[in-house]
């Protein structure tokens, strides 16, 4: 039997919320397949996780997605609350975040700032088996300054029932620029006996193809943010025109605005929200657009 590929949406904060998730799974759900997307992190905030980001996943927006939620924590004690909450909101299954490079959450010892505490990581595996009903996975760099320091938690993450682990080969350090650590990731994949999906860099239906053999999935980022297609082109095998491409660049960030001019008050708060999306923009769009975009935020 053929092994299962799988196609993943990134996390990306402030874009890829319900608003976006659902213009997109509007558009391309039933070209691309199965795609899960996944929540940007959800987080704890004065001790308490913070209502807004629960929103997001529990918004009536993801109806038919399939969605699982991420979460962004320092300790055992901060993963529980998250855990007991997103439980209590139905997930079945959740994403632990152990690479958002993000100095101050590194600094506080979230995200990729995990890697270098084993102890801790495994005070978290403990709880995991308090769950059974949950399925985890992990997202993650190969470490904070040093590809090696991922190596140290082989044997912690191995002994986790975990769906996959998702590999951005990158260290924090390098935040989301420079060279992919790719002989240092393969280093760590050969050891580790869960499913390994990879992140980074995809932006073309050739670049899955080339992954397919290697890997048991893909997660896209900002490449499926300037190119919402990319599933559905490689999923069908029939790739858009550059221009059928922007087209749907401009259809999705369309149907953002538009969900989100229900919830926002006014022009202004509306414009800030969808400024970032331009930074995105496929190489082929108008640039006079994409600077009227980034100006404004809007499209007409
Ligand atoms: C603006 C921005 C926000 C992000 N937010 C998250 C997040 O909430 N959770 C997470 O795991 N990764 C987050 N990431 C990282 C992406 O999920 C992904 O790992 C990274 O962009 C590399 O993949 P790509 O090259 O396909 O974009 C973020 C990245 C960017 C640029």
């Known amino acids: 039997m053929e092994k299962e590929f799988k196609l993943m949406a990134a996390p990306l904060q402030g874009l890829t919320e319900a608003e976006w998730r659902s213009g997109h799974f509007r558009m391309f759900g039933k070209l691309q397949?199965?795609?899960?997307?996944?929540?940007?992190?959800?987080?704890?905030?004065?001790?308490?996780?913070?209502?807004?980001?629960?929103?997001?996943?529990?918004?009536?927006?993801?109806?038919?997605?399939?969605?699982?939620?991420?979460?962004?924590?320092?300790?055992?004690?901060?993963?529980?609350?998250?855990?007991?909450?997103?439980?209590?909101?139905?997930?079945?299954?959740?994403d632990m975040n152990m690479g958002c490079p993000f100095p101050p959450q590194v600094r506080k010892g979230r995200g990729a700032g995990l890697i270098p505490h084993p102890d801790i990581i495994a005070d978290i595996a403990e709880e995991m088996a308090h769950y059974p009903e949950l399925q985890f996975s992990i997202k993650m760099r190969l470490g904070v300054n040093d590809p090696k320091e991922a190596l140290e938690l082989t044997e912690?993450?191995?002994?986790?029932?975990?769906?996959?682990?998702?590999?951005?080969?990158?260290?924090?350090?390098?935040?989301?620029?420079?060279?992919?650590?790719?002989?240092?990731?393969?280093?760590?994949?050969?050891?580790?006996?869960?499913?390994?999906?990879?992140?980074?860099?995809?932006?073309?239906?050739?670049?899955?193809?080339?992954?397919?053999?290697?890997?048991?999935?893909?997660?896209?980022?900002?490449?499926?943010?300037?190119?919402?297609?990319?599933?559905?082109?490689?999923?069908?095998s029939m790739e858009l025109s550059e221009k059928e491409q922007t087209e749907a660049y401009l259809g999705i960030i369309h149907e953002t605005a538009s969900v989100l001019a229900r919830r926002l008050c006014g022009h202004a708060q509306l414009s800030d929200k969808m400024k970032p999306y331009w930074e995105y923009a496929p190489s082929a769009l108008d640039k006079k657009i994409v600077k009227q975009g980034k100006k404004s935020g809007i499209y007409h």
């Open 156 to 236: 912690i993450i191995n002994a986790m029932a975990l769906r996959h682990v998702t590999i951005h080969p990158r260290v924090a350090k390098q935040q989301y620029r420079g060279s992919l650590l790719l002989p240092e990731m393969n280093d760590f994949c050969c050891r580790l006996r869960h499913p390994v999906i990879f992140n980074g860099e995809i932006s073309t239906p050739a670049d899955i193809e080339s992954l397919s053999s290697k890997y048991d999935g893909v997660m896209a980022g900002r490449g499926l943010l300037a190119r919402p297609s990319l599933f559905a082109e490689y999923n069908s």
């Open 33 to 94: 397949g199965e795609v899960e997307y996944f929540t940007p992190f959800i987080r704890v905030e004065k001790g308490e996780v913070r209502a807004r980001d629960l929103r997001d996943f529990t918004s009536e927006l993801n109806r038919g997605i399939m969605l699982t939620p991420q979460i962004i924590f320092k300790d055992a004690e901060e993963w529980k609350k998250l855990v007991n909450a997103l439980a209590e909101a139905g997930s079945k299954r959740i």
